[in-house]
Nanobody, 126 residues
Framework: QVHLVESGGGSVRSGGSLRLSCAAS????????MAWFRQAPGKEREGVAA???????SYADSVKGRFTISRDYARNTLYLQMNSLKPEDTAMYYC????????????????????WGQGTQVTVFS
């Protein structure tokens, strides 16, 4: 059964850092494209970063140079290290997975992923 559980959200001052984690069931994790999305109130869900089964990463322009996506195969866990946080990064962050080794060319679209976690809230205050 596919199961994704996010953690690590919280409130942080602008310029601060947070690390999100996504614990995945082994079925989900092995040979999967995995990604982080976020959704702010009144806005559409948007892709933040993705990593394929080979470890190749992709990022939204808005987070390049500030966020890092990584995966720990031994722990079946996906991470998102977020540095230099800004108030506009405030959103619910979701972990997503698709059981294919390579990510879709349009990985930033929610429709590219079939499995989702419940989300973890990130709030950045100035």
């Amino acid at each position: 059964q596919v199961h994704l559980v996010e953690s690590g959200g919280g409130s942080v001052r602008s310029g601060g850092s947070l690390r999100l984690s996504c614990a995945a069931s082994e079925y989900t994790y092995s040979s999967s494209c995995m990604a982080w999305f976020r959704q702010a109130p009144g806005k559409e869900r948007e892709g933040v970063a993705a990593v394929n089964g080979a470890g190749v990463t992709s990022y939204a322009d808005s987070v390049k140079g500030r966020f890092t996506i990584s995966r720990d195969y031994a722990r079946n866990t996906l991470y998102l290290q977020m540095n230099s946080l800004k108030p506009e990064d405030t959103a619910m962050y979701y972990c997503a997975a698709e059981p294919y080794n390579y990510c879709s060319a349009s990985w930033w679209e929610p429709a590219a992923f079939g499995y989702w976690g419940q989300g973890t809230q990130v709030t950045v205050f100035s």
